[in-house]
Nanobody
Framework: QAQLVESGGGSVQAGGSLRLSCAIS????????MAWFRQAPGKEREGVAS????????DYAESAKGRFTISQASDKNTLYLEMNALKPEDTAMYYC???????????????????WGQGTQVTVSS
């Protein structure tokens, strides 16, 4: 059974930084594509960053470029999202996602992922 567990969320002031982690276990470990999504209240879930596992090939949402960095541990069982220069509009629930099926990667489309975590809350105050 696939399991993704996020951690590292919290409350920070604008301009601050956070590092999110996602522990990947079970069948999700065979995933070749990994990503971070976020969902603010009343809004659609949107892709933030995606990574082709085992490489540095990544894609970022325009809002994340230059501020966020997606990476993975050397054993590929932990996914990270380093977030710098945080803004109030970054406030959302952040989700880790992986895709263990064949498909295009990196991708910021939520339909391309078949494993999801429960999320970790990020709140940025002005």
């Amino acid at each position: 059974q696939a399991q993704l567990v996020e951690s590292g969320g919290g409350s920070v002031q604008a301009g601050g930084s956070l590092r999110l982690s996602c522990a990947i276990s079970g069948s999700a470990r065979s995933s070749t594509c990994m990503a971070w999504f976020r969902q603010a209240p009343g809004k659609e879930r949107e892709g933030v960053a995606s990574l082709y596992s085992g490489s540095t090939t990544a894609d970022y949402a325009e809002s994340a470029k230059g501020r966020f960095t997606i990476s993975q541990a050397s054993d590929k069982n932990t996914l990270y999202l380093e977030m710098n220069a945080l803004k109030p509009e970054d406030t959302a629930m952040y989700y880790c996602a992986t895709n263990s099926r064949s498909g295009w990667c990196p991708t910021l489309s939520k339909r391309d992922y078949n494993h999801w975590g429960q999320g970790t809350q990020v709140t940025v105050s002005s």
